[in-house]
């Protein structure tokens, strides 16, 4: 196993969208930290084995389940089978998202409703089923401190406007205030909830851009750090947000961008 800190151990972690990218990367950390890995995915299954077998060959263990989270009847089912399998979960990735980008007066309902239905309808409604869960089990203490966990990978177009991107920068800010009134309403039952924002995370959603000489350039231009992320930078930080260490963290975003955030800008002028 990568880590020898097992900050996860005896925990079950749920983890939306982890056939690639950013949900593969989390799904791997979350295990080498001593979890037992639900390896939600979509419609690529090859991703999703290569997801387990990586796990399984450093030692840990997971279950794949295909589920369309925006779908309530697939929802309910994956966490049917968890229930059978695990018992239970202590720890709700949301990571499942897509993007479907065009400019408003050519956005149809289809890629507006596609856009929402996934990343901010699938985040609802997997974190409804593992609240019940969460409530249910209530602290365990030989666990964790908490009786349950939520981390929604939000992004920083939960603050920075998006031309062209009008569906998805409408999903991630609904996304942090789902985040914001979660927390407040879970907190006194122990139950933490937090988003990560990534800025600009090498995968597959992004391609497009750093596949291209001149865009990612202009890209790299908009990050104070001078790379763009890797998703183990966001993997690492989910497993801390995780873990007891961050037993105190709840109703926050965490920015992971490189300062994108920055207005860079303002480096010169302003
Ligand atoms: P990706 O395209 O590599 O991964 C997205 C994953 O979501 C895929 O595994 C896909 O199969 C899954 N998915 C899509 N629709 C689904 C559905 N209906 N049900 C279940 N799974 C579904 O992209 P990524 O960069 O790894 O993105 C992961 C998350 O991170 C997304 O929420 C994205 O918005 C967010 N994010 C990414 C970046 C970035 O720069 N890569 C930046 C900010 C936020």
Redesign the pocket.
């Known amino acids: 196993m990568k880590t020898t800190e097992q900050h996860l151990k005896g925990q079950v972690a749920l983890v939306?969208?982890?056939?690639?990218?950013?949900?593969?990367a989390i799904a791997m950390q979350m295990a080498a930290a001593g979890a037992r890995v639900v390896i939600?995915?979509?419609?690529?299954d090859k991703?999703a084995q290569k997801t387990l077998s990586q796990i399984e060959k450093a030692g840990g263990s997971g279950l794949i389940i295909k589920?369309?989270?925006?779908?309530e009847g697939e929802v309910t089912g994956m966490y049917a089978e968890i229930a059978t399998k695990y018992k239970t979960i202590d720890i709700l990735v949301?990571?499942?998202?897509?993007?479907q980008d065009n400019s408003i007066a050519a956005m149809t309902l289809a890629e507006w409703q596609a856009v929402i239905?996934?990343?901010l309808t699938?985040s609802f409604l997997c974190a409804r089923e593992a609240v019940k869960m969460f409530q249910k089990q209530g602290v365990a203490p030989r666990r964790s401190k908490s009786a349950g966990k939520i981390i929604f990978?939000?992004?920083?177009?939960n603050v920075i406007p998006w031309a062209g991107h009008a569906n998805?920068t409408a999903s991630?800010g609904g996304e942090t205030m789902l985040m914001k009134t979660l927390a407040q309403e879970l907190a006194p039952q122990k139950i933490r909830v937090n988003s990560i924002?990534?800025?600009?995370?090498?995968?597959?959603?992004?391609k497009k851009v750093w596949s291209d000489p001149k865009q990612n350039e202009q890209l790299l231009e908009m990050i104070p750090y001078g790379r763009?992320?890797e998703?183990e930078d966001?993997a690492n930080l989910a497993v801390w947000l995780a873990s007891d260490q961050a037993d105190y963290i709840t109703g926050t975003t965490i920015y992971a961008d490189g300062g994108m955030t920055l207005y860079a800008s303002f480096m010169h002028g302003g």
């Open positions: 939306t969208g982890a056939s690639g990218g950013i949900g593969q939600n995915y979509h419609s690529n991703g589920a369309d989270v925006a779908k949301n990571n499942a998202g897509i993007q239905n996934t990343n699938g990978i939000s992004s920083v177009h998805y991630k924002a990534p800025g600009a995370i090498k995968t597959d959603i992004n763009m992320g998703p966001i």
